[in-house]
Structures are given as structure tokens and as C-alpha cells.
């Protein structure tokens, strides 16, 4: 991956410092404009979004440089053109893989946040089971169930029969693996890729649960 | 005297005859990521982590006999990006779910990935179908999370004197097997008190009922990295 800055001029640029993160380059006045951030939940549970918000009031000095696209948080449908998109989750239905289509297509760098993301994570414990057993089981048979059906309105997403990480569908430029990663290890990751630094962990933030 | 001396990364390692690189190494202070090896055993030199460069050629340390005025690399970028992609291989040719695996923080496969700095599988996953046995009252054996190192076969046939395990199959076929006539651990007369019990360095054998005793933070690799936990080991 390249040193150079992914996000921001380097030339003329003028610093602002984000606190522990370092000096931040920011475009010149006349180009000045937010980072456009994009992020989504597919086969996850929000819980790397919940991390997310766990840094906390950094969020506000990250407000100063970011602004966001399609999030949970802002509620928007559907990615615009993104400088950065951050996914949470494998994949596990054909609505997964046109939502993450579509942020490959609109965002500069595409970011895997979370084990799920990274390699399916807790997900994939099903795939050695057959759909319809899996289905079956949740619906019919699992316990103070009565008269379970199984959903089936043309609206849902097709299920596949395995959860697979993100990479295996479009390229990754990134991965920030954990479950979730902590907050510290997110701001850090955010700050890297803000700052035009490639994106480091240290030892104790790196981990795989 | 002087003869019996191999140089590590530029280093002058000595060496007892008969020694292996590898315990020549860990006994100077010099740390080979290894998996597989475990000093107290037989070399098996099967994950090939501990691969290093001899006199201009590849082989495992592990079970490479040192011999005098040996030039050996180990600590290079190409070595450790190869360690790396062997790493990568062995997550994605098993089920290694670390977020509710019982060995995470004690692991050393995760471990070694941190050391290495994996961020991703990189490989295609396999999602292989493997067996849990938990028949045993006081063992669970998982084969989701086995990397075929082989310590249980080891240390059952060679510290219990017991055989309880063995291995089967070929290639991606591979797999541990466990001696009995019904092929379930529960009808074996393998103990918790055994060596095999507790030599695992993921999370396939697993004693029950004491999962996440050690909470996060004060596990094995939490604060220190495989090198230390191994060069401590060895007394380095």
C-alpha cells in the first residue's frame, strides 16, 4: 500500500492536531472540504459501530474533519460518493452483497472493521448446516416456539447458504479486525488513515476477539 | 571449541552436538517463531513457521541438526512475510472463531498472528466440516480448531504412554483421530490430569468447565507477545 496521503493534499496544506493522534494535513482554504465517511452493518451485530461510539466526545474533534454519508447513524439509504467506507459484517444474503457493491463502487477506500468483516466471524458458525435444518430449527423447533413458519415474503433478502467475509466478494484496502475492535484501536486506525499515515496498531490494540 | 558454532542473522550461536538449530537458538537467546516445536518433545517440523534460510537454502530449524560454520537467516522480512502467509493458511484451513473460542488470549496461533501483524486471512476461507467430540467428562475435543501439530499424539504415546491419539486421512482430509474402538474420546482411558490434556497450543483440547476463568487482560497474550512468553519458557 502507498505512503502517500490516500485522503488529502499534501501540498500547501495546513495542520490542525487531533489530540494524541499527531498532526493532522489538511487541503488548502480554497479545496478545504470534510472527509466523507460511509458505514454499514451486514452480517453483524452493531457491535463495531457500538465500539465506534465508544471513543466517546473524540467524536467531536473527529467531526471537524469527517462528515458522513449513509450510516446508521445519519439514517441515509443508499452511499453517494465516499472518500472512506467502513463495513461491519460478512456476508450472507444477496441484499449484503448489492449493499456492499455499491459502497466498492462509491468509496475511495474501502475499510473491513470487525471479525465478521474480516473473516465471518461468529456467522460462519452455520455453515456447516444445512439452510433448511438452520431454518427449521430457529422457526420450528427451538425451544417456547409454537406454530413457528419460516419467513418467506419476496421482499426478504435471499439467504445463502454460507456467510463468507467481505473480502471474498470485493477488494478490502483495509481490515481493522477485533470483536469488536476497542475504541482505542478504532480512533487509532480513524486517525492513521485521517493523518495520511498507513494505519498501525499497536500490540495490545491488535486482537482477534 | 570454536568449531561448534553456527552465526544467526550475524550472530555467533554456539551449539552442543547433536543440537538442533532451533535449540541451539532458543538456548543463545535467539527467538525462531515456531509453533509445532515445543522443547519438551520430539521435533515434528510439520507447521514450518520455524523455516529460516541455511547457507542459502530453506529448511525448518526445528528439526535441522546445527553443524559448524552454518550461516543462518531469521529474523528477515521475506522469512517473517512467509511465517505470516503460513499463519494466514492455517486460519483459514480450520474454524478459528476467535471471538467465543475458550483458548482466545491464551492461543498460540492468534498469538502468532499478532506477533506477525496478520490483519486479514487473505486466503479464501475453507469452512471445512469438522467433528466436536464431547464425550469425555472432563475433555472436550474440538477439531474445528486443530492445526495438526501433532503435540497430543506426542505427548499421549510419549509422556502418558497412552497412544489416545493419532492422525488420519490426507491432505485437506487430514485430521486427528482418537483411539478407541468407537472412535469417541469418552471411551478412552485418557485422563485431565495428562500431558495431552493440556499441551494444546489452540483451542481443540480444551478441559471443561474452565473456560474464561482468566478474564480479559490478564491472559497469556495479553500484554506480552509469543517471543517473550517463549523466550521466558526457555529461560531466556
Given at each position: 500500500m502507498s505512503q502517500k496521503p490516500l485522503l488529502t493534499t499534501e501540498a500547501a496544506g495546513t495542520a490542525c492536531a487531533l489530540p494524541d493522534a499527531g498532526p493532522v494535513i489538511l487541503a488548502p482554504a480554497e479545496e478545504k472540504r470534510k472527509i466523507r465517511v460511509a458505514t454499514c452493518s451486514l452480517a453483524g451485530c452493531f457491535g463495531c459501530h457500538t465500539s465506534f461510539l465508544d471513543i466517546d466526545e473524540r467524536i467531536l474533534d473527529l467531526l471537524k474533519l469527517i462528515e458522513f454519508d449513509r450510516t446508521p447513524l445519519t439514517d441515509i439509504k443508499h452511499c453517494g460518493p465516499c472518500d472512506v467506507g467502513i463495513i461491519e459484517g460478512g456476508v450472507c444474503n444477496s441484499e449484503n452483497v448489492h449493499v456492499l457493491k455499491e459502497f466498492r463502487k462509491n468509496c475511495k477506500v474501502l475499510v473491513a472493521i470487525g471479525a465478521c468483516s474480516v473473516n465471518g466471524g461468529v456467522p460462519t458458525v452455520r455453515n456447516n448446516i444445512d439452510l433448511w435444518e438452520c431454518f427449521q430449527e430457529v422457526y420450528h423447533y427451538g425451544i417456547g416456539l409454537k406454530n413457528g413458519m419460516i419467513p418467506n415474503d419476496p421482499e426478504l433478502p435471499l439467504p445463502f447458504d454460507q456467510v463468507h467475509p467481505i473480502a471474498e466478494v470485493v477488494k478490502v484496502?483495509?481490515?481493522?479486525?477485533?470483536?469488536p475492535p476497542s475504541a482505542d484501536a478504532i480512533w487509532k486506525f480513524l486517525t492513521d488513515l485521517l493523518a495520511g499515515r498507513e494505519p498501525k496498531l499497536e500490540y495490545e490494540t491488535l486482537h482477534y476477539d | 571449541m570454536s568449531d561448534n558454532t553456527i552465526t544467526i542473522d550475524g550472530q555467533a550461536v554456539p551449539f552442543a552436538p547433536g543440537q538442533t538449530i532451533m535449540e541451539a537458538a532458543m538456548a543463545a537467546g535467539?527467538?525462531?517463531?515456531?509453533l509445532c516445536h515445543n522443547p519438551e518433545f520430539t521435533p515434528h517440523g510439520s507447521c514450518k513457521l520455524c523455516t529460516v534460510t541455511v547457507n542459502g537454502r530453506n529448511a525448518a530449524s526445528c528439526t535441522m541438526p546445527a553443524a559448524p560454520g552454518m550461516v543462518v537467516q531469521n529474523d528477515t522480512e521475506e522469512l517473517n512475510a512467509n511465517r505470516r502467509?503460513?499463519?494466514?493458511?492455517?486460519?483459514?484451513e480450520g474454524n478459528h472463531v476467535c471471538p467465543f473460542?475458550?483458548?482466545?488470549?491464551n492461543c498460540q496461533l492468534q498469538a502468532m498472528g499478532y506477533f506477525l501483524g496478520m490483519m486479514d486471512p487473505h486466503y479464501d476461507q475453507f469452512?471445512?466440516?469438522?467433528?466436536?467430540?464431547?464425550?469425555?467428562?472432563?475433555?472436550?475435543?474440538?477439531?474445528?480448531r486443530c492445526i495438526l501439530c501433532e503435540?497430543?499424539?506426542r505427548a499421549s504415546r510419549d509422556v502418558d504412554g497412552k497412544n489416545v491419539f493419532g492422525v488420519t486421512g490426507r491432505g485437506p482430509h487430514t485430521r486427528i483421530t482418537v483411539n478407541s474402538a468407537s472412535g469417541r474420546l469418552g471411551d478412552t482411558d485418557m485422563a485431565v490430569t495428562d500431558r495431552a490434556a493440556d499441551v494444546c497450543p489452540v483451542g481443540a483440547i480444551l478441559k471443561k468447565r474452565h473456560g474464561f476463568e482468566v478474564p480479559i487482560g490478564q491472559r497469556t497474550y495479553d500484554h506480552k507477545t509469543i517471543k517473550d512468553v517463549h523466550m521466558e519458557e526457555a529461560g531466556k
Amino acid at each position: 500500500m502507498s505512503q502517500k496521503p490516500l485522503l488529502t493534499t499534501e501540498a500547501a496544506g495546513t495542520a490542525c492536531a487531533l489530540p494524541d493522534a499527531g498532526p493532522v494535513i489538511l487541503a488548502p482554504a480554497e479545496e478545504k472540504r470534510k472527509i466523507r465517511v460511509a458505514t454499514c452493518s451486514l452480517a453483524g451485530c452493531f457491535g463495531c459501530h457500538t465500539s465506534f461510539l465508544d471513543i466517546d466526545e473524540r467524536i467531536l474533534d473527529l467531526l471537524k474533519l469527517i462528515e458522513f454519508d449513509r450510516t446508521p447513524l445519519t439514517d441515509i439509504k443508499h452511499c453517494g460518493p465516499c472518500d472512506v467506507g467502513i463495513i461491519e459484517g460478512g456476508v450472507c444474503n444477496s441484499e449484503n452483497v448489492h449493499v456492499l457493491k455499491e459502497f466498492r463502487k462509491n468509496c475511495k477506500v474501502l475499510v473491513a472493521i470487525g471479525a465478521c468483516s474480516v473473516n465471518g466471524g461468529v456467522p460462519t458458525v452455520r455453515n456447516n448446516i444445512d439452510l433448511w435444518e438452520c431454518f427449521q430449527e430457529v422457526y420450528h423447533y427451538g425451544i417456547g416456539l409454537k406454530n413457528g413458519m419460516i419467513p418467506n415474503d419476496p421482499e426478504l433478502p435471499l439467504p445463502f447458504d454460507q456467510v463468507h467475509p467481505i473480502a471474498e466478494v470485493v477488494k478490502v484496502d483495509y481490515f481493522l479486525p477485533g470483536c469488536p475492535p476497542s475504541a482505542d484501536a478504532i480512533w487509532k486506525f480513524l486517525t492513521d488513515l485521517l493523518a495520511g499515515r498507513e494505519p498501525k496498531l499497536e500490540y495490545e490494540t491488535l486482537h482477534y476477539d | 571449541m570454536s568449531d561448534n558454532t553456527i552465526t544467526i542473522d550475524g550472530q555467533a550461536v554456539p551449539f552442543a552436538p547433536g543440537q538442533t538449530i532451533m535449540e541451539a537458538a532458543m538456548a543463545a537467546g535467539v527467538y525462531i517463531p515456531h509453533l509445532c516445536h515445543n522443547p519438551e518433545f520430539t521435533p515434528h517440523g510439520s507447521c514450518k513457521l520455524c523455516t529460516v534460510t541455511v547457507n542459502g537454502r530453506n529448511a525448518a530449524s526445528c528439526t535441522m541438526p546445527a553443524a559448524p560454520g552454518m550461516v543462518v537467516q531469521n529474523d528477515t522480512e521475506e522469512l517473517n512475510a512467509n511465517r505470516r502467509a503460513l499463519t494466514q493458511m492455517l486460519f483459514v484451513e480450520g474454524n478459528h472463531v476467535c471471538p467465543f473460542c475458550e483458548k482466545s488470549g491464551n492461543c498460540q496461533l492468534q498469538a502468532m498472528g499478532y506477533f506477525l501483524g496478520m490483519m486479514d486471512p487473505h486466503y479464501d476461507q475453507f469452512y471445512p466440516p469438522r467433528d466436536v467430540d464431547a464425550s469425555h467428562p472432563d475433555i472436550l475435543l474440538d477439531l474445528n480448531r486443530c492445526i495438526l501439530c501433532e503435540l497430543c499424539v506426542r505427548a499421549s504415546r510419549d509422556v502418558d504412554g497412552k497412544n489416545v491419539f493419532g492422525v488420519t486421512g490426507r491432505g485437506p482430509h487430514t485430521r486427528i483421530t482418537v483411539n478407541s474402538a468407537s472412535g469417541r474420546l469418552g471411551d478412552t482411558d485418557m485422563a485431565v490430569t495428562d500431558r495431552a490434556a493440556d499441551v494444546c497450543p489452540v483451542g481443540a483440547i480444551l478441559k471443561k468447565r474452565h473456560g474464561f476463568e482468566v478474564p480479559i487482560g490478564q491472559r497469556t497474550y495479553d500484554h506480552k507477545t509469543i517471543k517473550d512468553v517463549h523466550m521466558e519458557e526457555a529461560g531466556k
